[in-house]
């Protein structure tokens, strides 16, 4: 073999090496091409998925037996807006041992309080369940032109604050760290952050509950036009369903919307 050809290739080798050792150093190793943070994320025992419509029908008893303990399911977006497959997912994931959550996606075009209507139209309330999350994160050429930041706090606490006057449950924000920076760092503190990062293990500075840490988890169960489920952690310190947000949750739900 030509020695430059020898050069080149241990060259790369030793790149390759030293990039999975770092991986495993943070937590974050690369697979094809696409992060993978499970040594980071394997620390957590408590994990789940969150689903739409983009996971077509699902067979929640396939998939609840797959290592996973929670659920959340997307419900609404904006204003009116309904996810095609809720209503049976709401119904088929509550018959599994699955804790089980809804979600609303946000929009920067509508009402707050019109979309909170919406979402409380379209989600009952039932025994166990936990606080509803609003997914806050860019949408269409929002990342570029991003919407003022006084305004979408101004939609997103209205929201807020009808979703929790009517469920007796304090939501729970999803971000990116691009929305957590402009929009939730500095005015929702008192609300529990779910944040995504497929490429690392959360920064400390990042007072995270759950942690979505891969859009590419490969389970049983589904067949929809996305081959793929996220997949996320719960970082809470005690035993799962006994730390202080799950007990606030238990003791303030009245399990009936309040109209």
Known sequence: MDQKIKIALTTVLAMLLLAIAAGLLTGAVYFGFFHVNGSAASRYPVRGVD?????????WQVLSEQDIQFAYIKATEGSSYTDERFADNWKDARQTGLRVRAYHFFSFDSSGIL??????????????????????????????APPQAEEVASQLQAY?????EAYGLKPMI????????LYIRDGFEEYPLWIRDIWHRPDK???WTFWQYTNRGRLQG???EEPYVDLNVYGGKEEWGLN????IAASENSFERKK
């Open 115 to 144: 979309q909170a209507e919406h979402f409380i139209e379209t989600v009952d309330a039932f025994e166990g369940m936990l606080p509803p999350v609003v997914d806050v994160e860019f949408y269409g050429n929002k990342k570029a």
């Open 174 to 181: 999803y971000a990116t760290y691009d929305t957590w920076e």
């Open 205 to 207: 500075s990042v007072p």
């Open 160 to 164: 807020l604050d009808r979703v929790e």
């Open 51 to 59: 689903v739409s419509h983009y996971q077509g029908r699902i067979d």
């Open 222 to 224: 589904f067949s929809g």
């Open 244 to 247: 202080c947000y799950e007990k």
